[in-house]
């Protein structure tokens, strides 16, 4: 019988297995409930426009009320967690999110509804950058990309959802149909909240805090006697927002935050040529037209899943940004109706859907274990920035500046990160996660 001991294997390097898979599915849970939460609220503004006699001012704000919430969860929550704890956030986000959102089918006054989805976002937003966080410190590196990069995927799938429910239930639960819509989110919510109790600290975040014994009662727990984790040791790293911005880490910090802004912002140009890819195709905007679309945004993301396991991290992202500088640029200068603009738009779609997946790889590779939530957080905070600016100047411009120059602001959008890219991008694939955090901004080589 042989006898001799597993050779020692460092916690990067293990295979995946059954808790990995855990971990991943707990914290796509987190996307699922985002993308449903923020598909729903557009099927509900049709009833509680009526409702509640929301002017212009409520409906936008109830509309971007779970980005506010997004952008402020984010900064505060992922900060908490690098002193308290990433279990801690991780469970405590989804108390939030449930309660919230059963309240929602209480609401009577805009107030109050934008005030709860407010705080369904502020959880969201806890989770976003804790959940990314947690799963980059458990997962093995050969597949960290993979299952980092499917944030997108899960979000999709969420978002549809949102679609085939808020179909059934505006057509079948009467006037009060948008109660049962918004609180629907708690369902999803409470069931992750309660799969999420027990879940283990990091280990990479207790070896940082000097609880090497605890440490390493998770991973042998999980992952067997013979792993290690030697190459984390106790430091003392400030971890207040302004070291973001120090002289070791503000590139990663603007590469970060500003990668993700420029693809977040033109995202929202699709549904600007919503019409004539419809009157192309001769198509009605409704539940078909939607699932068709919704398709090539799950068909993009999955194809990003591909590229992220596959390609260098560094080219996907930039090639991807030239790509799509090029069909949006394109787009501007095709008359409507044509099969050219079809052909862009689909092209557009699903890049932006691929690359997206690295918005959930980069941020948690980029920052070392004593700020790796502050800076996932502040990353997403600032595409929720994003996401609210496109939302709210993208109707202004196309008013003002017509819809061909408001594509070719959003081409300089995309132009922009392409060059922030090519300048500061890392190329982490492949590393240990203490490695990735110390490869200078710029680097084509580990």
Request: hydrophobic residues 50%.
């Amino acid at each position: 019988m042989n006898t001799t001991p597993p050779q020692q294997v460092h916690m990067d390097d293990i295979p995946l297995n059954t808790f990995h898979i855990k971990i991943a599915g707990l914290t796509f849970g987190a996307h699922l409930t985002d993308g449903y939460v923020l598909g729903v609220i557009g099927f509900a503004l049709t009833q509680l426009k009526t409702e509640m006699a929301l002017t212009p001012f409520w409906q936008g704000m109830i509309g971007s009320s779970a980005l506010i919430g997004l952008f402020l969860g984010s900064l505060l929550l992922g900060w908490i967690s690098d002193y308290v704890g990433r279990q801690k956030i991780f469970t405590f986000s989804f108390v939030i999110i449930t309660l919230a959102s059963a309240l929602q089918f209480f609401a009577d006054t805009p107030e109050q509804l934008f005030w709860l989805r407010v705080l369904v976002g502020i959880g969201l937003g806890g989770d976003y950058a804790v959940g990314h966080t947690m799963l980059a410190e458990f997962s093995p590196r050969k597949q960290r990309g993979i299952l980092l990069g499917s944030f997108s995927v899960i979000w999709t799938f969420g978002y549809v959802a949102a679609g085939f429910v808020s179909h059934y239930m505006l057509a079948d639960f009467g006037c009060d149909a948008w109660r049962w819509l918004l609180a629907s989110s708690a369902i999803p919510a409470l069931l992750i909240m309660l799969l999420r109790i027990g879940t283990p600290e990091s280990p990479r975040w207790l070896m940082r805090k000097g609880r090497i014994s605890e440490a390493y009662q998770v991973v042998r727990r999980h992952f067997g006697p013979h792993v290690v984790l030697n190459d984390e040791i106790p430091v003392n790293t400030a971890r207040h927002l302004y070291t973001l911005f120090s002289a070791r880490y503000w590139r990663r910090t603007a590469f970060n935050s500003l990668f993700f802004v420029c693809l977040v912002i033109p995202y929202f140009a699709i549904y600007t040529f919503l019409p004539s890819i419809l009157n192309t195709l001769k198509l009605d905007q409704n539940f078909a037209t939607d699932l068709l679309l919704n398709g090539l945004l799950v068909l993009g993301a999955l194809l990003g899943i591909a590229c992220t396991q596959w390609l260098p991290r560094r080219r996907f992202l930039i090639g991807a940004f030239w790509l799509l500088a090029f069909s949006l640029g394109t787009l501007a200068f095709v008359p409507s109706g044509e099969l050219l603009m079809l052909l862009l738009f689909a092209l557009f779609t699903l890049t932006i859907s691929a690359v997206s997946n690295l918005v959930g790889v980069f941020p948690a590779e980029s920052f070392p274990t004593d700020i790796r939530s502050l800076g996932v957080g502040f990353a997403t905070a600032m595409s929720r920035l994003g996401s609210a600016i496109g939302t709210g100047l993208l109707p202004l411009a196309l008013v003002n500046l017509g819809l061909q120059n408001t594509m070719l602001i959003l081409t300089a959008v995309l132009v922009f990160g392409a060059l922030v890219s090519m300048l500061w991008a890392p190329e982490t694939k492949g590393l240990t996660l203490v490695n990735a955090s110390v490869v200078k901004a710029g680097s084509k080589e580990s």
